[in-house]
T-cell receptor
Framework: EPEVTQTPSHQVTQMGQEVILRCVPI?????FYWYRQILGQKVEFLVS????????KSEIFDDQFSVERPDGSNFTLKIRSTKLEDSAMYFC??????????????FGDGTRLSIL | EDKVVQSPLSLVVHEGDTVTLNCSYE??????LLWYKQEKKAPTFLFML????IEKKSGRLSSILDKKEPFSILNITATQTGDSAIYLC?????????????FGKGTLLTVNP
C-alpha cells in the first residue's frame, strides 16, 4: 500500500539554525499538509498546500515557516531560525482530493525535531 | 478553545474488556469525523464518518456518529494488549473556502494482560 514517507526520522539542530523537513506524499495525492505534535500534547495543524500554493495556515505557521514543492514528488517544511519551542514531532499528510469528504488524510511516520 | 473534545483522556483496562471512547465537537460546516490510532509514530487511519447513525465496523472496532448532539463513539470489544495506543478523533470542516482537520487531545488506552 502506498505510504507517505518522511526524512529524516530524527533531526537535532542548534537553536537559530535553519532546518528543512522532507516529505514524499502518496503519488496520486494532490493536497498536502504539515502538522506538529509537541511531546504530550495534541496534533496541531500547521499548513495545507494545494496547486502549488498554501491553502490554509494556522497561527502557529508564522514567518519563520515556509513550505515548498520543489519538484513533482517532494514537499518540504522549512523553519528559518529554529527556537527551543519548535521541538516537536512533525507529521506530513496527504489526501487525494481537497474537498471530497470520503478521502482520509494519510500520515507519514513523522520527523522528530530536537532543538538544542 | 478546543473544538474537538475527547474523553476519557486515559483509560486502563484488562484484556477482554470492552471500551467506549467518546468524541464531541463544535465546528461550523462539518464534513466528516475521523478516528486514528497512534502508537509510536504516525496516526493510522481507522474510520471516517460522514452520516449520522451508520455504524462503521472493522473487526473488533466499530464507530458511529451522531451529528445532532454532535458526537461520535469508538468501541473496541474483546480488547488485546496490541490495542494499547492513543486514539485520536479529528474533525474535517470548512473554514471559509478551505478545509482543515482538527484533532482532539486523544484517549490513551492501556490494555493490561
Amino acid at each position: 500500500e502506498p505510504e507517505v514517507t518522511q526524512t529524516p526520522s530524527h533531526q537535532v539542530t542548534q537553536m537559530g539554525q535553519e532546518v528543512i523537513l522532507r516529505c514524499v506524499p502518496i503519488s496520486n495525492h494532490l493536497y498536502f499538509y504539515w502538522y506538529r505534535q509537541i511531546l504530550g500534547q495534541k496534533v496541531e495543524f500547521l499548513v495545507s498546500f494545494y496547486n502549488n500554493e498554501i491553502s490554509e495556515k494556522s497561527e502557529i505557521f508564522d514567518d519563520q515557516f515556509s513550505v515548498e514543492r520543489p519538484d513533482g514528488s517532494n514537499f518540504t517544511l522549512k523553519i528559518r531560525s529554529t527556537k527551543l519551542e519548535d521541538s516537536a514531532m512533525y507529521f506530513c499528510a496527504s489526501r487525494r482530493t481537497p474537498n471530497v469528504s470520503n478521502q482520509p488524510q494519510h500520515f507519514g511516520d513523522g520527523t522528530r525535531l530536537s532543538i538544542l | 478553545e478546543d473544538k474537538v473534545v475527547q474523553s476519557p483522556l486515559s483509560l486502563v483496562v484488562h484484556e477482554g474488556d470492552t471500551v467506549t471512547l467518546n468524541c464531541s465537537y463544535e465546528v461550523t460546516n462539518f464534513r466528516s469525523l475521523l478516528w486514528y490510532k497512534q502508537e509510536k509514530k504516525a496516526p493510522t487511519f481507522l474510520f471516517m464518518l460522514t452520516s449520522s447513525g451508520i455504524e462503521k465496523k472493522s473487526g473488533r472496532l466499530s464507530s458511529i456518529l451522531d451529528k445532532k448532539e454532535p458526537f461520535s463513539i469508538l468501541n473496541i470489544t474483546a480488547t488485546q494488549t496490541g490495542d494499547s495506543a492513543i486514539y485520536l478523533c479529528a474533525v474535517f470542516y470548512s473554514g471559509g473556502s478551505n478545509y482543515k482537520l482538527t484533532f482532539g487531545k486523544g484517549t490513551l488506552l492501556t490494555v493490561n494482560p
